[in-house]
């Protein structure tokens, strides 16, 4: 990953000037790879005190028809995917809330698995759960032993398959 680099304007005129240049054949090489790889409509206008006339990219033509199929856009599928500020953060703050919920569910679980697992295994450890871990406790030790029920009758299934198959070889050889 790169350092965030601090962009301070350039002092130097010519300095600038050619930064300028080179930054700007950078963009507009960077807009053909977008349209062509990418199989956009795309354009770009670039302002300049080193351009007598504003640079179009790729042709005025092309722009005006980008900006005119924009501008014949409805409002509503222009900004569907705009958002500000605002409602950015508090998107993501209701990601982040989620996902800590389900992290914390899952730790929750694991720990009540732990603890069955512990008293399984004759552990003497003293757990004080308040009453809402015990529902916890019960629901993860139900769960475990509808899974436990689930593989047994699979495997009693196969078991039954497989020894109600018959076997029949028969052979040329009298």
Known sequence: MRKKLKLPLITNERS??????KR???????LHELTT?????ACGVIYSPYLSVPEVWPSRETANKVVSQWKMMLVMDKTK???NQET??????TKA?????????????LEMKNIM??????????????KCDLRDLGSVIEQHLKDVNRRMEILKRNDDE??????????DNI
């Open 16 to 21: 600038r000037k050619a930064t300028f240049m």
């Open 24 to 30: 700007k054949k950078g963009i507009t090489k960077k």
């Open 37 to 41: 790889l990418c199989g956009v409509q």
């Open 81 to 83: 995917k705009m958002v």
């Open 88 to 93: 950015f953060l508090k998107r993501r703050i």
């Open 97 to 109: 809330t989620e996902s800590w919920k389900k992290v914390q569910k899952e730790n929750k679980d």
């Open 117 to 130: 697992f512990d008293c399984h295994n004759g552990n003497t450890f003293v757990y004080r759960l308040p």
């Open 162 to 171: 497989s020894s109600s198959s018959l076997v029949l070889v028969i052979t």
